[in-house]
């Protein structure tokens, strides 16, 4: 099972950093990412990168949050940046393997002056 840290309070404007670490190497995963959960909203995806590394995101985080991941160490990154009172949410690392979904607990993040 994934987990997230990273998550915490900040200031509109400002920018946090998520990290989730699994067990399974990235090679071996279809794709790593993050999807976060607003009060009263559905699950969303906010972006993943596949197992070649080629990234996918929302329409509202592009140009604002960087999806990157550590080989090595089996790690996946979300750096967002000019963070806003709508990034308000849960965020959920996913990984898929073979067609099945696992994730994490969850990290709140929460954007309010």
């Known amino acids: 099972q994934p987990v997230e840290s990273g998550g915490g309070l900040v200031q509109p404007g400002g920018s946090l950093r998520l990290s989730c670490t699994f067990v399974?190497?990235?090679?071996?995963?279809?794709?790593s990412g993050w999807y976060r959960q607003a009060p009263g909203k559905q699950r969303e995806l906010v972006a993943t990168?596949?197992?070649?590394?080629?990234?996918t995101y929302a329409d509202a985080v592009k140009g604002r949050f960087t999806i990157s991941r550590d080989n090595d160490k089996n790690m996946v990154h979300l750096q967002m940046n000019s963070l806003k009172p709508d990034d308000t949410a849960v965020y959920y690392c996913?990984?898929?393997?073979?067609?099945?979904?696992?994730w994490g607990q969850g990290t709140q993040v929460t954007v309010s002056s």
């Open positions: 990168v596949a197992y070649d590394g080629w990234p």
């Open positions: 399974e190497s990235l090679f071996t995963l279809d794709f």
């Open positions: 996913i990984i898929r393997r073979s067609g099945s979904d696992f």
